[in-house]
């Protein structure tokens, strides 16, 4: 069985994550009948794009009793916590982009490279939740490092695009670049500080009694939950960047058993999901251009920790990486669609 053999739902499908997710469904070949694409109540009856051809837009009341196999959610939290277990009720396994059961104990919170296998069986959690981005690309960069040699530290800042928060968010960037080029003022509206021209910390709320962010809370959470480490080191930094698409990650993982520099750059290059993109000499490397509307995770700059050298010459136990990730594609969307794979595979 295959994906094109199934009724799929995609709930916001007028969204940034929704529109791609339409997009990766025609590629692998389901027929425009085959997917149910729902918005928002103003939207119910007008077409959307799907492939060469078109699909209409339906209420989520109705795409829930359309007799979905699978509903990929790319909406809310709020949506996903009220419908979810609708669709449920309805016959469907509910993937899930937002954060609303990621961290609940009954829901799965799934890589496919790094814990595909929380899927399979007839015990499978019948809601399956995507990771944050931030989490999902740096799991996919490291985890067959992890796997190999085990990691006891994760040390990472986070260069995050606009598009992360949306579709205004990325219109705003463009609309505040123009009027910056104008010799106007940028003026915030989504984001709590222009986004043109700036670099700032993640917009999301910070705990006044740990100082992380929302943001960073979740790259803990999740990375300790996906990898069934709860006492894993994570230190992450999240800041917002003038990048319309992909997210950019600086990591430092911490190893149980410390290896040699080639000894890493094999490991990563028989890493799932990853293409390394490396060259020194020429000084090419991972960036915000390169990894868009690219599925793998990009990773360079690997280079040993020389702080924190190994039992045995040329060996280390830290290790470096510069990565960047299409947080649209496999930080959500692509995410989704390979949940959505293993379900039916």
Known sequence: MSLADTRIAVVGATGVVGIETLKLLHERGV???????????????????????????????????AGCGIAIFAATSDIARQWG??????????????????????SALVVPEVNGGDVAGELAPRIIA??????????????TIRTRLGCTRLDVCTYQAASGAGLAAMEELESQT?????????VPRVFPEPCAFNVFSHNSA????????????????????????????????CVRVPVLRTHCEAITIELAEAATESQVRELLAESPGVEVVDARAGGVFPTSLRAANCAPVLVGRVRPDHTRPGETTGTY?????????????????????????????
């Open 31 to 65: 027929p425009a009948d085959a997917v149910v694409a729902c918005a928002s109540a103003r939207r119910v009856g007008q077409s959307i794009g799907y492939g060469d051809g078109i699909a209409t837009l339906v209420s989520i009341e109705d795409a829930c009793v």
């Open 206 to 237: 910070v705990d006044i009694d740990t100082g992380l962010n929302v943001e960073e809370q979740k790259m803990i959470d999740e990375a300790r939950k996906i990898w069934r480490q709860p006492d894993l080191a994570v230190h992450p930094t």
């Open 178 to 186: 123009a009027a910056v080029l104008r010799g106007q003022a940028a």
């Open 85 to 106: 277990p609708r669709f449920l009720e309805a016959g469907a396994v509910v993937v899930d982009n937002s954060s609303a059961f990621r961290m609940d104990p009954s």
């Open 130 to 143: 995507n990771p944050n981005c931030s989490t999902i690309i740096m799991l996919v960069a490291v985890n």
């Open 317 to 345: 136990r830290a290790f470096s990486m510069f990565v960047a990730g299409d947080q649209i594609l496999k930080g959500a969307a692509l995410n989704a669609v390979q949940i959505a794979e293993l379900i039916v595979g």
